[in-house]
C-alpha cells in the first residue's frame, strides 16, 4: 500500500515526464534549461554583432544580415533568456518560499511552458526564409516593420503573441499562487522578497503583454488586410506604434529588473548575516516603480516631436524613478554595514550587481535629463547604458539565484573554484564590453550600424575583445552546473550559514512534492 | 601568394586602427552653438552628480564590504530600520533632482523655440540619402554618402573621414537662425549632427521643427541615428557652415547649375549619352537596394537582370520608375530626379546587363508624361 502510494507520487520516467508534467519543480527546471540555451544562441549573435564590429569596413557579414543578428540577438535575450529564467526561478522558489504544495493552476503551468519551444523554433526558422528574418530592430518601429518588412515578418508577429500568451498566463498563475496558498500566517508582509517582486511583476505582465498583442496584431492587419494604423498615407500614424509599443515597453523593462530586486534582497541578508534592513521600504519601493513604470513610456521617445509640455512631463515622472531605485540601493548598503560578509559566488554576483546596476541607473538619470537625450539618443551611449542594467544586472542576478539555489534543486554543491572563476570571469567580460560603448555612444557612434567611422575603432575592438571574454566564460558556467548536477557533494538542507526562509526547511534536494502539509508561520 | 602592395595594405588595414587614427574620446563635444554648449554643460553636471552619489554610496559599501568581513572576525549587529534615516535618503535624492530639472527645463524651452527664423530648410529622408530644399529659394538637392564602395569593402585604404563624408553637404550662413522643416518618404529617419546638438525624427507623414544658430564657420559630420534599413549606417550627414557672403554665391551657383539642368533636358540625346549618364543615376539611386549589377537581393529587392518588366514591358517600366510601387520599398522617383536622369535610368535599365532591348526614351518624352495628370 505504501509502495503503490509513492510510486504514484513520483515522476513516470522518460519523455513523458517533461511533456507532460505538472509538477512546479519540472516546470521551473525546464524553464531555466530552455532559458540557457536561448542565453547562448542570443549570445552566440551577440558575437557575430562583435566580430562585424571589431573593425571598421564590413568584413564579416552583410548589413542586411547584421540587422537580423540585432533584432533577433534582442528578441531572443528579452522573451527568450531573462523572462523564462525568472519564469523558471518563480516555479522553483515560489511555492518553496510560500509554503504551498505547488502553483494553483498547474495544468495551466505546464501550457504555458510548452508553448515557448514553438514560439521560438518559429522565430528562429525565419532566419532560413526568404528574405530573410526579422530586420528592424527589436523594437520593430513601423513602417520598416510593416510596409518595408521582409515576408518572414508574419512569422515574427505569431511567434511574439504566442510568447506574450505564456507569458500572460504564467502571471495570472503567480498572481494566483501567491495570493490563495500561502501557508498559514504568512502574511502579505512576512512574504520573502523575492515573492513581493514576482507579484508586482505579475501585474505589470497581465498590465501590459496584452499592449503588445494588440500592437502585433494591427501590425499584421497593416501588412494584410489593408488597414492603416501606423501608415500616415492611410489616415494612421507611424508614432501610435511607438507609443503603444513603449506603453508596453518601459513596464517590460521593469518585468526584467523587478524580479533581480527580489533575488538580490534575498541573498545580501544571507551573506552579510543580517536582516534586510527596511524590508517594508523595499516593498514600497517596488511597488511606486511599478507604478511609475506606466508614466514614463515617451522618455523613448523624446526625439518623436512631442509637444513641449509632454517632454517635460516625462522628463519629471522618469527623474522621479531614480528615487525607489535609490532607496533600494542604499538599503542593499545599509544590510551590509556592520554585517559579517563572506563571498561565495551568489553574493560575489550580487555585489556586483548592485555596482554595475547603479551605474546603468546613473546613465538612466543622465538619459532622463530630455535635452542631454537630445545627444544621447540612439548612440551606443544607451546601448551601453541598458546593458548595463541587463547583464549585470538582470543577468547576474540569475547568475546569483543558480548558485544560491542550486545546492536545494540538485541536493549537490556546485565548485566555489569554478564557480568564482565565471564570476571573475564574467565581470571583467562585461565591463570590457559594455564600459567603452559609454565612450564611442558620447563621442558620436550611432547604434544599430554594421560599419563605423574610424575615431571609433580603438573602443570597438576592446568592446568586441571583452565580449568574446564574457561569452566564453559563460562555458565555465555550464561546465559549473553540470559538474554541480553529476559529481558535485552532497548539499545540507540549509548550506548557508545566515539563510532564512522556507525553502531551506526542506531536505536537498527538494523532494517531488513539498509542503503537502502546509507549514506553520510564526 | 600575395604581392607585396596587397602585403603593405592589409598590414596597413590591420593596424591603422590602432595607431594612425587612434583617437581616444571619451566625452561629448561642446558643439558650436549656444544650445550645444547648454547641453553639454547639462550633461557635465548630472555626470559630476552621479559622480559624487557614487563616490559615497560605494564608498560606503566597499569600506562595509572590507570592514565587516567574516574573515576578519565581524560579527553581525541585527539593527534594521531607522525612519530618519529613510526619510533622508528618500528626500535628499528628490531635491537634487529639483535642481537639476530646473536648468534642463529652461534649455528644453528654448530648443522647443523654433520662431523668427531667418532661413527654413527641409530635410527629407530617403533611404538612404537625404535631401535638402531651401524654402523659397529653389534650390533643393539630394546627398548621398561619397565613401567608395572599396573603402568598404576592405579593398582600399579608409580615408579619413571614412563613412562621413557626402557628395554634396547642406550649406548654411553662421549667425543666422535657420529652421529646419524635417519628414521622410519612406521609413523614420532621424538627422543628427553632434557639433550642432540637433537631432530629430523624420517621420513619413509629418513634419517636425528644429532650429539651429551655428556660430562657427567649419565642416559638421553626423549620421542617421534612427534604424532605417539595410544601409542605416550609410547615411550620412554633412554640414558646411560658410559667411553669409559665401553662402549667397553658393545659392546663385546653384540655382544656374538647376537651370542648365532644365535645358539639358529640352536638347536631343543620343543612346550613349542617356547610357552613360544613366549608368552614373543608377548607381547613385538605384544600386542600393537593386545592387550594381542588377541582381537585386532575392526576395526583398526585384532583380532589374533579365526582369520580364524591363525587357518587355516599356510602359510599366516607366510607370513604376515614375510612381513608385505602393505597400513596398520601391519609391516614385519623380520626385527625386529629373527628366533626363529618369529617362537615362531607364535606357540604362533596358540595355545593361544583356537585358540588351535596344530601346531608349528621351527627356522630353519623360517630361510629357510628368506633365499629364495621373
Known sequence: MTAAVSAHHAPVRGIRRWLYTTNHKDIGTMYLVFSLAMFFIGGSMALVIRSELFEPGLQMVEPEFFNQMTTMHGLIMVFGAVMPAFVGLANWMIPLMIGAPDMALPRLNNFSFWVLPFAFTMMLSTLLMDGGGPNFGWTFYAPLSTTYAPPSVTYFIFSIHMAGISSILGAINIIVTIMNMRAPGMTYMKMPLFVWTWLITAFLLVAVMPVLAGTVTMMLTDIHFGTSFFSAGGGGDPLLFQHLFWFFGHPEVYIMILPAFGIISQIVPTFSRKPLFGYASMVYATASIALLSFTVWAHHMFLVGLPLAAELFFMYATMLISVPTGVKVFNWVATMF??????????????????????????????????????????????????????????????????????KWTGHMYSELLGKCHFWCSFIGVNLTFFPMHFVGLAGMPRRVPDYSLQFADFNMISSIGAALFGLSQLIFLVTVVRCVLVGRAAPDSPWEGAQGLEWTVASPAPYHTFSKPPLVE | MLKKGQLVILGGTLLYPVTLFAEWEVNMEAGVTAVSRSIYALHMQIFWICVAIAVVVFGVMFWSIFRYRKSAGAKAKQFHENTLVELAWTIVPVLILVAMAIPATATLTDMYNTDDSEIDVQITGYQWKWQYQYLGEEVSFFSNLSTPMEQISNQ?????????????????????????????????HSWWVPALAVKKDAIPGFINETWVNIEEEGIYRGQCT??????????????????????????????????????????????????????????????????????????????????SIVRFDMKKHIDIVLHGRSGTAMPAFSAQMGAVDIAAVITYERNAWGNDTGEMISPQEIQALLNEPR
Open chain 1, 338 to 407: 556592520k554585517g559579517s560578509i563572506s563571498f561565495e559566488t551568489p553574493m560575489l554576483f550580487s555585489i556586483a550587481f548592485i555596482v554595475l546596476f547603479t551605474i546603468g541607473g546613473f546613465s538612466g538619470l543622465m538619459l532622463a535629463i530630455a535635452p542631454a537625450d537630445f545627444q544621447y539618443h540612439d548612440t551606443y551611449f544607451v546601448v551601453a547604458h541598458f546593458h548595463y542594467v541587463l547583464v549585470p544586472g538582470a543577468i547576474f542576478s540569475i547568475f546569483a539565484a543558480v548558485y544560491y539555489w542550486l545546492p
Open chain 2, 156 to 188: 582600399q585604404a579608409k580615408g579619413e573621414h571614412y563613412l562621413l563624408e557626402v557628395d554634396e553637404p547642406l550649406v548654411l550662413p553662421v549667425g543666422k537662425k535657420v529652421r529646419f522643416l524635417l519628414t521622410s518618404n519612406d521609413v523614420i
Open chain 2, 226 to 307: 534612427e534604424l532605417c534599413g539595410k544601409n542605416h549606417g550609410f547615411m550620412p550627414v554633412v554640414v558646411q557652415a560658410v559667411s553669409e557672403q559665401e553662402f549667397q554665391g553658393w545659392l546663385q551657383d546653384k540655382r544656374e547649375a538647376i537651370a542648365a539642368e532644365r535645358a539639358a533636358a529640352e536638347r536631343v540625346w543620343t543612346m550613349e549619352e542617356l547610357y552613360q549618364r544613366g549608368e552614373q543615376a543608377y548607381l547613385k539611386n538605384c544600386a542600393a537596394c537593386h545592387q550594381a549589377g542588377g541582381q537585386g537581393v532575392p526576395s526583398i529587392f526585384p532583380a532589374l537582370k533579365g526582369n
